[in-house]
């Protein structure tokens, strides 16, 4: 008989696992919290108008679709079924599809409730999303986001606020980090100096590969993508700039002297660092020309943050954009957002040994079964241990004490409590250290709670 498997690109999660990813949950909302951000949630099924072109031609075809209930073939054209052509027909069977972000359907969210929302807005996300990508390491095809976004305000404090709260974050993660800023408009005014503002996606997508491929292949790809020799020419001054964030801004200034695109960029670029100043974060902030995640999204600042410790990719990014609600009717809506990747997060704090270790049990305190007395004086104490918050379980089964103990081991519970015939004549128990082999005998259950609150 063949074994029950799951879809490729899902996972399933054992105890351990879920209670460090609950860690990593729990430690980015509480952060959330503190920064004045409310929870929402939207459905994991949107209309397919919503989802549909929102992500590019690409994004559009990882798009998991929902069939439509009942006969959902009914309405089909027989000609349309017949012609076999996947484009044409999914529109009439499938009216639904799973979300592919937060961002869309966070969209679609404000627009949809825009009377009952107070601007500026501050919202948290998360939740799980799904796409019909190619399984690999490290790309899932259902996987989780953390985001929070700030909308309704133009104000470049709230792109300060979310490298704070990053700060905040990894420091209670205990993760090193480096955040890595950059501006979309600066990007804009390098395109324009070289005489190709149209070209600013071609110039930005090139130079986003700088680290991975060397600045030879880079130039060989712009030449590609149409830029003349002297325009890439005109591009060295910004290949080799280098330096402190400050030098580095400075060198700008002078290239981006006659674009007034460009210097906006530089004087947002520094407005929020002074504002990041002013906070006293110490967490490293590097200004990344090269960085352009996501381009055609950003209007404005341009976030990365990577880890200091172990080579992976972005943990966490985000960005200002302009038009969010705009796909949906509502213009001029700014905001800016940040997305924390809780996969790769959990990679890190993995090979880093960073999760406390205690996470391995939830239970903190096992109490012995050894017959019906015993159990009848456990279910007693067991009651008053829980409404303290003490977490505890009775074993169900009347066995052997070797056996119960092993039990405690295998599930890593650090205390076990004894209730035998000796402990219930002399009503007392006995509480067991399971890691350091010592036993303790209680009297009173105010005094066995003191003890195994303190520890």
């Known amino acids: 008989?063949?074994?029950?498997?799951?879809?490729?690109?899902?996972?399933?999660?054992?105890?351990?696992?879920?209670?460090?990813?609950?860690?990593?949950?729990?430690?980015?909302?509480?952060?959330?919290?503190?920064?004045?951000?409310?929870?929402?949630?939207?459905?994991?099924?949107?209309?397919?108008?919503?989802?549909?072109?929102?992500?590019?031609?690409?994004?559009?075809k990882l798009l998991f679709k929902v069939l439509n209930s009942g006969d959902f073939l009914k309405e089909v054209d027989e000609e349309l079924l017949?012609?076999?052509d996947a484009n044409k027909v999914a529109p009439k069977i499938s009216e639904k599809g799973l979300r592919y972000d937060l961002t869309v359907p966070f969209a679609r969210f404000v627009v949809q409730y825009r009377n009952d929302i107070t601007f500026p807005f501050r919202r948290y996300q998360i939740q799980p999303v799904w796409r019909a990508d190619r399984p690999q390491k490290g790309r899932y095809r259902e996987f989780y986001q953390?985001?929070?976004?700030?909308?309704?305000?133009?104000s470049l404090l709230n792109e300060a606020e979310l490298l704070m709260m990053a700060d905040e974050v990894f420091k209670r993660l205990g993760l090193g980090i480096v955040i890595k800023l950059n501006n979309r408009k600066i990007l804009a005014g390098l395109a324009e100096m070289i005489g190709h503002p149209d070209k600013l996606i071609d110039i930005t997508t090139a130079i986003d590969k700088l680290d991975k491929i060397g600045l030879d292949a880079v130039k060989s790809e712009l030449t590609e993508r149409g830029l003349s020799s002297d325009a890439i020419t005109a591009l060295d001054p910004v290949f080799s700039l280098n330096g402190s964030t400050n030098e580095k801004i400075s060198g700008l200034k002078n290239l981006l002297?006659?674009?007034?695109?460009?210097?906006?960029?530089?004087?947002?670029?520094?407005?929020?660092?002074?504002?990041?100043?002013?906070?006293?974060?110490?967490?490293?902030?590097?200004?990344?020309?090269?960085?352009?995640?996501?381009?055609?999204?950003?209007t404005g600042a341009i976030i990365e943050i990577k880890a200091t410790d172990v080579a992976i990719g972005s943990i966490s990014g985000g960005g200002r954009y302009d038009n969010l609600t705009g796909i949906f009717g509502l213009d001029g809506v700014s905001g800016v957002g940040i997305s924390f990747g809780a996969d790769r997060i959990y990679d890190v704090m993995e090979q880093t040994?960073?999760?406390?270790?205690?996470?391995?049990?939830?239970?903190?305190?096992?109490?012995?079964?050894?017959?019906?007395?015993?159990?009848?004086?456990?279910?007693?104490?067991?009651?008053?241990?829980?409404?303290?918050?003490?977490?505890?379980?009775?074993?169900?089964?009347?066995?052997?004490?070797?056996?119960?103990?092993?039990?405690?081991?295998?599930?890593?519970?650090?205390?076990?409590?004894?209730?035998?015939?000796?402990?219930i004549q002399n009503n007392y128990v006995t509480l067991k250290s399971m890691q350091e082999g010592t036993q303790e005998k209680f009297f009173d259950a105010s005094d066995l709670i003191e003890r195994l609150k303190k520890d």
Request: aromatic residues 8%.
């Open 82 to 84: 017949s012609s076999r």
């Open 353 to 423: 040994n960073k999760f406390p270790e205690q996470l391995g049990s939830q239970t903190k305190v096992m109490i012995s079964n050894f017959g019906p007395e015993e159990e009848k004086k456990a279910l007693s104490l067991i009651m008053k241990l829980r409404k303290e918050g003490i977490a505890s379980e009775i074993y169900p089964d009347q066995s052997k004490l070797k056996k119960q103990l092993n039990f405690a081991n295998a599930r890593s519970i650090p205390f076990v409590i004894i209730i035998g015939e000796d402990e």
């Open 146 to 154: 953390c985001d929070a976004d700030m909308i309704g305000s133009d």
């Open 257 to 298: 002297i006659d674009s007034e695109i460009g210097l906006k960029g530089i004087a947002e670029m520094e407005a929020v660092l002074e504002y990041v100043k002013a906070s006293e974060i110490t967490t490293e902030i590097e200004f990344d020309l090269t960085l352009a995640r996501g381009l055609n999204y950003y």
């Open 1 to 60: 008989m063949q074994k029950p498997s799951i879809p490729k690109g899902t996972r399933d999660f054992s105890p351990l696992v879920t209670a460090r990813r609950n860690y990593i949950f729990d430690t980015i909302r509480s952060v959330f919290k503190i920064y004045g951000f409310q929870p929402i949630e939207t459905p994991a099924m949107e209309n397919l108008s919503t989802l549909m072109g929102k992500y590019g031609e690409e994004g559009d």
